[in-house]
């Protein structure tokens, strides 16, 4: 795979909004809000979800699995975007355009995978709730996470590998906010109609396959709840239900709309716009759709947060002060939940180190 042809140049430019630079320090706070919130939202459900066993079930294994995937997928560019705001030349390397690139598709493909995974999780609880253990076991669940994850990143090497051994001659300038692959197949110099027509097809088996049947688990889903008697308990279901297929309309609909069209019959800016929706607002907005509205996670929070800020006063009532550690046993599973918040307590304290270098970015911008 020859990932560099003899026309790629050592850097992209990416040039952004660079042509409006009132729109500079608008965007940088919006990008830096929602990438808190973000990376807050899902690292609070990462470790309420491994912490409270009563949780360990498939339907927050597989939130746990859109945590990590959104914390991720944000990461993947809006810290780089966040930088390039703060220069005055915008540029990105030709690895770190591959890297970007190939994590991007990797997890958007991922993602479209996995919400269609939860709705059939979703169909399954509210259609066959008698058959849901024998149905979403724990091998079916796990299968089909690793299916989700191993699809999504295989995509993603076909579409960049044929994005990227498209002829650029010279051409370095990506009118974009990072490298993705129809702002990328803009900088070629060849016909691209033969390439678009492939990556068509895999973005319809990415996007409209996943979507249809995340559409025909919901249609299910509302005839169940049609079916309730209690007013109050239709109306509960029913606001669940909406909020969910707003997350998934406003994802998959901006997507359809970027990947399902020629590139260059899209907007210049407009395809700018909506790419910050399916790459920043969305990862933003899943912790509070699917989870913190959620009451089983509300309660769970109640559970956890004390034994993370507190752990040190909570003892047995029938803790005395002549025991010694001898009489506690430290299971494995333990042992795997302090790993894990050490890692994210580990990955909090680099984001502050960064959090510095970004508010120094702000103050530039605020002088020039």
């Known amino acids: 795979m020859n990932w560099a042809n003899e026309s790629s140049p050592r850097e992209f430019i990416l040039l952004g909004f660079s042509d409006r630079p009132w729109l500079q320090m608008p965007l940088f706070v919006l990008l830096l809000i929602s990438y ?14 491994i912490l409270d066993p009563k949780l360990h079930t498939p339907m927050y294994f597989f939130l746990t699995n859109l945590s990590i995937l959104d914390l991720c997928y944000t990461t993947s560019t809006v810290p780089h975007m966040l930088t390039n705001i703060c220069r005055n030349k915008k540029t990105i390397s030709y690895g770190g355009c591959v890297a ?4 991007f598709l990797a997890l958007g493909a991922t993602e479209c995978l996995l919400l269609a995974v939860m709705s059939f999780d979703r169909y399954v609880a509210v259609c066959k709730p008698l058959h849901y253990v024998v149905i979403m076991n724990h091998w079916f669940c796990l299968r089909v996470v690793a299916f989700s994850w191993f699809t999504g990143f295989g995509n993603s090497v076909l ?18 906010f990072f490298c993705e692959v129809p702002a990328l197949l803009k900088l070629s110099c060849a016909d691209t109609k033969p390439i678009e027509a492939e990556l068509f097809f895999f973005s319809v088996l990415i996007l409209l396959i996943p979507v249809t049947l995340i559409l025909i688990s919901y249609g299910f889903i509302a005839q169940a709840v049609l079916r309730i008697r209690s007013a109050e308990g239709r109306q509960k279901a029913f606001g669940t239900c909406g909020s969910h297929m707003v997350v998934v309309s406003l994802f998959f609909g901006t997507g359809i709309y970027m990947y399902l069209q020629p590139p260059s019959s899209t907007s210049k800016d407009w395809g700018k716009m909506v790419s910050l929706f399916y790459g920043i607002i969305t990862p933003m907005l899943n912790p509070l759709i699917y989870s913190l ?45 302090t790993c894990s918040m050490q890692s994210i307590l580990l990955y909090i304290d680099c984001l ?3 959090g510095l270098q970004l508010v120094r970015c702000a103050h530039l911008i605020l002088e020039t």
């Open 36 to 49: 808190t919130f973000t990376i807050f939202g899902n690292v609070s459900i990462m470790t309420v979800c």
């Open 100 to 103: 970007q690139l190939i994590i």
């Open 159 to 176: 579409q960049s590998s044929l994005t990227l051994n498209m002829p650029r001659c010279g051409r370095q300038e990506v009118d974009h």
């Open 293 to 337: 509205r959620n009451k089983d996670m509300k309660e769970a929070f109640k559970r956890v947060m004390p034994r993370i800020f507190f752990s040190y006063d909570l003892k047995p009532k029938n803790f005395h002060q002549h025991q010694t550690l001898s009489h506690f046993t430290v299971t494995p599973l333990d042992k795997s939940i």
């Open 352 to 354: 502050q180190s960064s």
